[in-house]
Structure formats: C-alpha cells, structure tokens
C-alpha cells in the first residue's frame, strides 16, 4: 500500500482565496483525520470522520473551514476564504478503528497564504 | 488542547549515547503511544503501550508506562545519526482523538 497520499504537498495562495487539500486513506481504514501543525499551537486535530461520517468537528477553528468524505478512498479540506494565520501544514491520517491503534499520517500538506 | 507534555523540549547526544525523554499526560488513557516526526515529513507510528502495560520493547526502542504518575518514558538505546527526529507522545483516553504532546526534538551528533 502506497500509505496515506495528500495532495498537493505545498500550497501557497492570496489571502481570501479558496483552499482545498485532499487525501486518500489507506485502503481498509474506516477512521480518517485531519490534523494541522503550527508551532505556536503543536498538532490539533480538526476533524474525525469513521465509516464517512463526520463524527466531532469541534476542532475546526471557523466557519471558513469544512471537511467532506464523499467515499471511503477521498476526503476534502476546504478553507474559503483563506487568511494568513491559516498558515501551517495540515496532516491527513487513517486507521483501522476508532480508537486503540494506530494512525498513519500522511506527508502533509504545507500551506502558506500570504 | 495538548494532553500530553513531553520533557525534554530538545535533547543533544553523541551518536552511541542513549536517549530518554518523558511524557506525562492528565486524565485517564487507554493507551499511549509514540511517534517520531522527521524534518518536513508526517508522523511515523514507534510503539503503543495499553493502560494495562508497564513496559514495552521494539529494537532500539524501550516505553514504560506509569498510570499512577500518569507519565510514559521513551528510551533510544545506542543512537544513530538517522534518530534525530522530532519525538511525539500522544494519549488515547478510551474516544478516537489522539492528543498530541508538543515533542522532544531529538539531535544525534557524529
């Protein structure tokens, strides 16, 4: 398996544009997560998806930000519109459960709006 | 919000040294585990201890686990120039969310 695939690998876009970072779970893995990694706040996860649904979005920091799993290959993340602060690498990541195993994170996706 | 702390924040040792580094957490967990983050690149999965474990090996790589204290420790035996990394404890305490520590940067000098 080629693990967790994000795309693209590093963004960087105009303030108030739209983002979207995408990822491909690792085939079999019914749980998916969207992290994003700053120095100033560490990793935070965003959003947890299991079998599709959205399960807790209480990470998402604002309304500009919204995740979506259409099928259990995809999955979206979506910033309109993109602010400077929203700089950072978001990490995609999936597992076989919910809970009590291991997550396997993806390269990341380096975003920077400037 | 982090769940777990890790200490120390850097850490510097000559290749053949050991390396150990702590974490400690707050609430109850179901597990803990241990990923290592090189330079510009995600999050690799080292080894999950269960609430239940005191103590784990894998190669180089030895965990303990202390639930009374609520702390983990992680010890590098005999590190190699390919260890320097940065090093991440996270908590599962029984729901899906694995919450991160802010990670021991680890440098291994020639």
């Known amino acids: 398996d080629a693990g967790v695939i994000q795309s693209p690998r590093h963004e960087v876009t105009e303030m108030g544009q739209e983002v979207t970072l995408r990822c491909k779970p690792i085939s079999g893995h019914n749980s998916l997560f969207w992290y994003r990694q700053t120095m100033m706040r560490g990793l935070e996860l965003l959003i947890y998806f299991n079998n599709n649904v959205p399960i807790d979005d209480s990470g998402m920091p604002e309304d500009r930000f919204s995740a979506k799993m259409p099928n259990a290959s995809f999955s979206t993340l979506k910033i309109q519109p993109s602010e400077p602060r929203d700089s950072a690498v978001y990490f995609c990541?999936?597992?076989?459960?919910?809970?009590?195993?291991?997550?396997?994170f993806g390269q990341g996706t380096r975003l920077t709006v400037v | 919000s982090q769940q777990g702390e890790e200490d120390p924040q850097a850490l510097s040792i000559q290749e053949g040294e050991n390396a150990t580094m702590n974490c400690s957490y707050k609430t109850s967990i179901n597990n803990l585990q241990w990923y290592r983050q090189n330079s510009g690149r995600g999050l690799v999965h080292l080894i999950l201890i269960r609430s239940n474990e005191r103590e784990k090996h894998s190669g180089r790589l030895r965990v303990t686990l202390d639930t009374s204290k609520k702390s983990s420790s992680l010890l590098i035996t005999a590190s190699r120039a390919a260890d320097t990394a940065s090093y991440f404890c996270?908590?599962?305490?029984?729901?899906?969310?694995?919450?991160f520590g802010a990670g021991t940067t680890v440098t291994v000098r020639a």
């Open positions: 996270a908590t599962d305490a029984n729901d899906y969310k694995l919450s």
């Open positions: 990541a999936s597992s076989r459960e919910t809970g009590g195993t291991e997550a396997f």
